[in-house]
């Protein structure tokens, strides 16, 4: 599934990013045919905010269908955001854009982290969330985090 994650990362015309860079993963379930249950780490930086990298925890499948990308993955992961170097907008931000996207399987389901401007407190929130096509309302699990942008 992880390959199928990057293949699928991001909607062309939302946001424009770079593939994730995966960072870890560790096993949960194991599996006797096919890969292990497993949470996965990566790491995305924003592509609109110098300075900015996310890393995401998510739940991923293992068994014959997950090994074969065709399980969907758990509407279960959490986010935090960091300020990896000096924080700089590039240009003008939307109040809200969703900027990461991926695919929770090979078909309905996708993961997706919106960014938001506080312009106020000069604050970026990052929120992750899932959306679930056979079901009208999606997910109710979420995560955000928040980045300060210096002054």
């Given at each position: 599934?992880?390959?199928?994650?990057?293949?699928?990362?991001?909607?062309?015309?939302?946001?424009?990013?770079?593939?994730?860079?995966?960072?870890?993963?560790?096993?949960?379930?194991?599996?006797?045919?096919?890969?292990?249950?497993?949470?996965?780490?990566?790491?995305?930086?924003?592509?609109?905010?110098?300075?900015?990298?996310?890393?995401?925890?998510?739940?991923?499948?293992?068994?014959?269908?997950g090994s074969l990308g065709f399980a969907t993955d758990p509407s279960r992961f959490s986010i935090a955001c960091r300020a990896t170097g000096p924080v700089s907008l590039k240009g003008q931000l939307p109040d809200k854009e969703v900027v990461f996207g991926a695919s929770a399987n090979w078909l309905f389901k996708e993961i997706r982290v919106t960014r938001m401007w506080d312009r106020e407190k000069r604050v970026l929130v990052y929120l992750v969330w899932s959306t679930q096509a056979l079901t009208p309302e999606g997910s109710p699990y979420n995560s955000v985090s928040a980045v300060a942008v210096d002054r």
């Open positions: 599934m992880a390959f199928l994650l990057a293949a699928t990362l991001a909607h062309p015309a939302e946001a424009g990013t770079a593939d994730p860079a995966r960072i870890g993963d560790v096993s949960t379930t194991f599996r006797v045919l096919g890969r292990n249950d497993q949470i996965v780490v990566e790491r995305y930086d924003d592509p609109k905010v110098d300075g900015v990298s996310c890393y995401m925890s998510r739940a991923e499948k293992g068994g014959v269908k």
